[in-house]
Nanobody
Framework: VQLQASGGGLVQPGGSLRLSCAAS????????MGWFRQAPGKEREFVAA????????YYADSVKGRFSISRDGASNTVHMQMNSLRPEDTAVYYC????????????????????WGQGTQVTVSS
């Protein structure tokens, strides 16, 4: 299983970025995906997730209305569009995939995910 995250970078407050996570080595069509982030000195936290059919979607309260997660079955890729970025969004962002059936609040728990990408740095600063 491989998860390759990309799309991070430096952006000014209020700007946008689109993260992508390319998946391989498992049946992407049968697996939901999630994004987590970890800022320096802080624990890894849930950002967004969606199930194998693309819905429902789940978001942390801190990003609801600003971030949007989606999946592209043709390219085995999960995207996360991040708008209205804030300095507090600065973190390393990780994509992750579970190997078990996920429901409800389980999507928000990092230990429920079995496969992780390498992370991509997002820095929001003027």
């Amino acid at each position: 299983v491989q998860l390759q995250a990309s799309g991070g970078g430096l952006v000014q407050p209020g700007g946008s970025l689109r993260l992508s996570c390319a998946a391989s080595g498992f049946r992407f069509s049968r697996t939901g995906m999630g994004w987590f982030r970890q800022a320096p000195g802080k624990e890894r936290e849930f950002v967004a997730a969606l199930n194998r059919s693309g819905g429902p979607t789940y978001y942390a309260d801190s990003v609801k209305g600003r971030f949007s997660i989606s999946r592209d079955g043709a390219s085995n890729t999960v995207h996360m569009q991040m708008n209205s970025l804030r300095p507090e969004d600065t973190a390393v962002y990780y994509c992750a995939a579970p190997s078990r059936r996920m429901v409800g609040s389980l999507w928000r728990i990092a230990t429920m995910y079995d496969y992780w990408g390498q992370g991509t740095q997002v820095t929001v600063s003027s």
